[in-house]
């Protein structure tokens, strides 16, 4: 049997299989158990307590453990106690010190942007429905999903920025270029 190549959709390829295996498993659980429990029972209380539970395990595992571990991403926000201001803070691993695995970061992003679409698409069914009292939890879903997805791709962005600086600046090729620009500038 041939070794599928670096980045394929399978866990065994991961540098952290445990902890892909329970970001994807907190990822999916949420959804199983609204829909399964739309279809097997209609008791609202319980449904709604379970899913918010693994919607906060899901939240809170996606960005404090999963995202550092297999994207080298973590975000928090900051509230400044004496303006009320708050702030997003974004950290990202130094790329000379830690390289990121292709399958990690395939799952992780398409887990990320897949599981806030599908809440939107089951916001919709709960709207045709007419069940509005579901919509309450599938709202709350979306925004927790929301969050963590606005807020890597915010890290990974700002990420991106400060590598391609930091590379550009300490490289030489930008500051090189600028300072010499500037000496033949003088002696012209």
């Known amino acids: 049997m041939d070794n599928p190549p670096p980045g394929s959709l399978t866990w065994r390829l991961s540098t952290h299989p445990i902890t892909l295996l329970c970001f994807l498993g907190f990822r999916i659980s949420s959804l199983l158990v609204y829909l399964f429990g739309l279809l097997f029972t209609n008791n609202f209380v319980l449904i709604f307590i379970i899913t918010i539970l693994l919607l906060a395990a ?5 960005k404090n453990i999963a995202g ?15 303006t009320g201001e708050s702030n997003w803070v974004f950290e990202s691993a130094e790329p000379e010190t830690r390289t990121i695995n292709a399958t990690d970061k395939r799952f992780f992003w398409l887990a990320l942007y897949a599981q806030p679409l599908l809440w939107v698409a089951l916001a919709v069914v709960a709207v045709v429905r007419l069940e509005f009292i579901w919509l309450t939890l599938v709202v709350i879903a979306m925004v927790l999903t929301i969050t963590n997805t606005l807020a890597f791709s915010r890290c990974d962005k700002f990420s991106q920025a400060s590598n391609l600086a930091s590379s550009a600046l300490y490289s030489g090729g930008l500051a090189r270029n600028i300072g010499g620009a500037m ?3 003088l002696f012209r």
Not at 58 to 62: I, N
Not at 71 to 80: A, D, T
């Open 68 to 82: 550092r571990r297999l994207v080298g991403l973590r975000w928090w926000n900051e509230v400044n106690t004496a």
């Open 183 to 185: 000496i033949s500038r």
């Open 58 to 62: 899901d939240f809170y595992y996606l």
